[in-house]
């Protein structure tokens, strides 16, 4: 539809402006409004049929220069209304306060919804596991062997480093006390205990939470912020199978090989240690291998696999749930290290009340 062309035409008293008042036709009135001088003068603006930003702009102008300004309808006011200088800002209200007890209550209910999202991704991982066994060719084996080299080859250095100071540490810190007793030769059997039953899956675990876990959380959220969980979906994958299935194969079997690897370079450390409290390595071996048995050894594998499965589903879920916005990413990513580290002393303390009945 054509627009109507504009006139500024004189009438008694003043002038009026007749057709479309928008960028596209006000550019010659605006040259000739301003070879006019609007002081006591009057503008009808009754035939105005249509305005915009540009056409207000004008008006703004000539009610600037003196002009009074008649007859607007309501959408050409409002237009000129939001280009008064001295109109106030629109100030949003403040959202109501809310009493201790409603926030107590929104809390407990934003915790049970968290615990019910928690118990469907436990149900559905474990439902794509089964799938992932009757269905071995469809398990992304290439994505698994990547996630692998990233969980486990690549912790390999961190793990190292920890786990060797950590042995020395502790066999220094024992044999100091013991030395008074002269039984520092016991200290052998108490870091072999201690690292293959407790320390050495806890500490490799407590590792990998802070590195593998924040980093599943931080792929997948970056996924889903950039909307591409959507876009495979749209194209028939399942995320479950698609990008956890892989993480969590990769947390159950990397993190008790890393394990084992630690206890080791843990034990090293502290053999040299006590190579300082003329504990040869020889001796130092055999007090390890007498206090520490089979039952022992696979316990602590046992306690691993679980805690890989812990580090690698808690980071997979909080990256799934990640929500939207600059800041949703980092928010998934701390919740999923503060999870993880909470869910190990929690599956810690379960494993050490079922061997204590169990006699182990």
Known sequence: MAEAALRLEPVDGGYQLIGDLTLSAIAPIWQQSRQINWQQQTVDLRQITHCDGAGAALLFELSQAGAQLLNLNAETQRLLTALEPEQALIVAPRAPSMRPISQLGQLTRSMLDDFVAQIAFIGEAASTIVDAIAKPHQVRWREFLRQCELTGANAL???????FLLGII?????????????AEMFVANLLGLSLIRELGPLITAIVLAGRSGAAFAAEIGTMKVNEEINALVTFGYKPMHFLVLPRLMAG???????AIWSEVIGMLGGALVMQGFGIP??????????????IDFFSGLLKAA???????SVGCFR???????ASAVGASTTRAVVNILVLLVITDGIFAVVYYHLGW
């Open 252 to 258: 159950l079997l990397m993190l008790p090989l890393l």
């Open 281 to 294: 390595l020889a001796t130092f071996w055999t007090q390890v291998d007498t206090q520490v048995d089979a």
């Open 319 to 325: 990256g799934l749930g990640t929500g939207t916005g």
């Open 306 to 312: 679980a805690f890989g499965l812990v580090v690698a």
């Open 170 to 182: 502790l066999a220094f810190q024992s044999a100091i006390p013991m030395r008074q007793f002269g």
């Open 157 to 163: 250095p961190i793990i190292s480093l920890i786990s």
